[in-house]
């Protein structure tokens, strides 16, 4: 199927950057969406950012002007620039992938392949 990685997160003070990233791999046929969220204790999880295989992005309002997602479809990877972070965006970041892959001898779709997650930390 697919398999997801996350990597990037940390520990950064307020007003600093980070740069996350994740890897999808598998018998992947076509990745048709990329989703960041993060979940932070005691909250729900909440969508961040997503992209789509068209390059079409979309934004929480909280990120906004602060995050950018793109992706690099050759490298079946998406990335989430971060900057301006503050103790808000302190969560587990994980990705989500919405695709297309291999399955014996057919293509099948699912939207609901993660990662294990990576922990971003904003110290004020």
């Known amino acids: 199927q697919v398999q997801l990685v996350e990597s990037g997160g940390g520990l950064v003070q307020a007003g600093g950057t980070l740069r996350l990233s994740c890897a999808a791999s598998?018998?992947?046929?076509?990745?048709?969406?990329m989703d960041w969220y993060r979940q932070a204790p005691g909250k729900q999880r909440e969508l961040v950012a997503g992209?789509?295989?068209?390059?079409?992005?979309n934004y929480a309002d909280s990120v906004k002007g602060r995050f950018t997602i793109s992706r690099d479809n050759a490298e079946n990877t998406v990335y989430l620039q971060m900057n301006r972070l503050n103790s808000e965006d302190t969560a587990v970041y994980y990705c989500?992938?919405?695709?297309?892959?291999?399955?014996?001898?057919?293509?099948?779709?699912?939207?609901?392949?993660w990662g294990q997650g990576t922990q971003v930390t904003v110290s004020s």
């Open positions: 992209i789509t295989s068209g390059d079409n992005t």
């Open positions: 598998g018998r992947i046929f076509r990745i048709n969406r």
């Open positions: 989500n992938a919405d695709a297309t892959y291999l399955s014996g001898a057919y293509y099948r779709n699912r939207n609901d392949f």
